[in-house]
DNA sequence: TTCATCTCTATGTCTAAACTTATTTTGGCG
DNA sequence: CGCCAAAATAAGTTTAGACATAGAGATGAA
């Protein structure tokens, strides 16, 4: 093992990567198991589990009780994405943050959402649009959805003082979101709102996040044009 | 613990994260110590570990040495894409998957895609454009480069027959990968090719990956307008 | 042959105990 | 009072050993 880490997990994570990529195994092969693998690096079979699970979780293994652990043949791509906090993110770039509500009262709930959210067409949740500023220059435009029942409080709170978004995650941590990346044309609205012209490609997120009570929140945020977000793996 | 659950670990993260989310355990509290909660859960301090990791990496506890365990308090939002692979996506969905290589040359690299895979500008690479049909729909557009230095033999291979996504992905393993998402307007060969208007909104995914020799290729995929990448947590 | 059942094996999980290490707290000293 | 060193503490890691369990392969009956 040429790699040197804190761990020895780490180590044999790189160095099982490392005749990943160099091909000593390659696609498809079995590599040898467990208790072979602690005799070869000298440690216990604990250490080498766990260093093979972290591979497995990356999607460079794949394994399965009595079959033995092979190299994944079509590792499918996998990438994580860390959703920034909008203020912080502005903040971080040096920029000023500031944010504007366009619009906060209740209304039936269209179709779209209604399912995004597994709630009944017509229920009266909050609705509220906000923009959101990078100094003077509109950064994004959330239009989002609140399920008082799933956030009991959220009538009463003024999202002028503070975000929806930072009320919520300070008092509703949610058990399970879903997510949706897609590019739009931005409508009149849209670009008035972000000071683009109409049918500039925007980058939407759209988000719903459930707790035990169930939707708490569904939002659609639409950044500027030109934003890109960025995952690493 | 209400929770059963196929594991002893998972029981008490799912008993973890009820107490989150039904505040017993609030955002900035300070939970008990391991050893405290292997009492209480009647396991062993290393199976109360486990679980407790397994929160933090998914960003419901932040965790220090000697300072103990606390509730996050602006979890920052995480969430698992996976990249399919075009052909498996394509069929998946029930449709013949076909794909049609535009062009295929060696051609200088030029500057923003030399900055991204950190060669020199003007080195010669394999460059490839492709369409990817379902059925007869163009599905995607990917405009790739490939660099045979860290990729070698990929001058030889006719990527009609098989596509470059799976040879590289069949041959080379990567270390590292850098990914972006972004909204462009279709240009018009983005338009021409996708068979749709142009200035359309189109979902562009850039991927680099890297293995010890380099960078191996960098790809710039456009999906066909309204594709939505899925993405859960 | 084909199907059901048994056996065996490699991974999955857990434990108790020890040691390591980052970080806070404390307490002594100037 | 401020600074630094020492002590204490909670998480991080590893180990040897044990048992659980999925599932591939062998065995045998219909």
Same mark, same amino acid.
């Given at each position: 093992?040429?790699?040197?880490?804190?761990?020895?997990?780490?180590?044999?994570?790189?160095?099982?990567?490392?005749?990943?990529?160099?091909?000593?195994?390659?696609?498809?092969?079995?590599?040898?198991?467990?208790?072979?693998?602690?005799?070869?690096?000298?440690?216990?079979?604990?250490?080498?589990?766990?260093?093979?699970?972290?591979?497995?979780?990356?999607?460079?293994?794949?394994?399965?009780?009595?079959?033995?652990?092979?190299?994944?043949?079509?590792?499918?791509?996998?990438?994580?994405?860390?959703?920034?906090?909008?203020?912080?993110?502005?903040?971080?770039?040096?920029?000023?943050?500031?944010?504007?509500?366009?619009?906060?009262?209740?209304?039936? !709930?269209? /179709?779209?959402?209604?399912? @995004?959210? +597994?709630?009944?067409? #017509?229920?009266?949740? %909050?609705?509220?649009?906000?923009?959101?500023?990078?100094?003077?220059?509109?950064?994004?435009?959330?239009?989002?959805?609140?399920?008082?029942?799933?956030?009991?409080?959220?009538?009463?709170?003024?999202?002028?003082?503070?975000?929806?978004?930072?009320?919520?995650?300070?008092?509703?941590?949610?058990?399970?979101?879903?997510?949706?990346?897609?590019?739009?044309?931005?409508?009149?609205?849209?670009?008035?709102?972000?000071?683009?012209?109409?049918?500039?490609?925007?980058?939407?997120?759209?988000?719903?996040?459930?707790?035990? !009570?169930? /939707?708490?929140?569904?939002? @659609?945020? +639409?950044?500027?044009? #030109?934003?890109?977000? %960025?995952?690493?793996?």
């Amino acid at each position: 093992m040429t790699e040197r880490s804190s761990s020895k997990a780490q180590a044999i994570v790189s160095e099982v990567r490392r005749r990943i990529v160099d091909r000593e195994w390659r696609q498809g092969d079995r590599i040898p198991d467990e208790a072979e693998l602690a005799v070869e690096f000298g440690v216990a079979r604990a250490t080498v589990n766990k260093a093979l699970q972290l591979l497995a979780e990356e999607g460079l293994l794949d394994r399965k009780r009595r079959a033995g652990t092979h190299v994944t043949v079509n590792p499918a791509r996998k990438a994580t994405l860390t959703i920034p906090i909008v203020r912080e993110q502005i903040e971080q770039a040096g920029m000023e943050y500031s944010h504007r509500v366009i619009a906060q009262r209740r209304s039936p !709930l269209p /179709a779209e959402i209604a399912a @995004r959210m +597994a709630l009944p067409e #017509g229920r009266e949740l %909050i609705h509220l649009r906000t923009v959101h500023y990078g100094g003077d220059r509109p950064f994004q435009v959330e239009d989002r959805w609140i399920n008082p029942g799933a956030a009991p409080g959220a009538e009463a709170v003024d999202f002028q003082r503070i975000t929806a978004n930072e009320w919520l995650v300070r008092n509703f941590p949610w058990l399970h979101a879903d997510m949706a990346f897609s590019a739009e044309n931005a409508s009149a609205r849209d670009a008035r709102l972000l000071e683009t012209r109409q049918g500039s490609a925007l980058l939407i997120l759209q988000r719903t996040t459930f707790n035990d !009570l169930g /939707a708490i929140t569904s939002v @659609r945020v +639409a950044f500027h044009p #030109g934003y890109t977000m %960025i995952a690493t793996h």
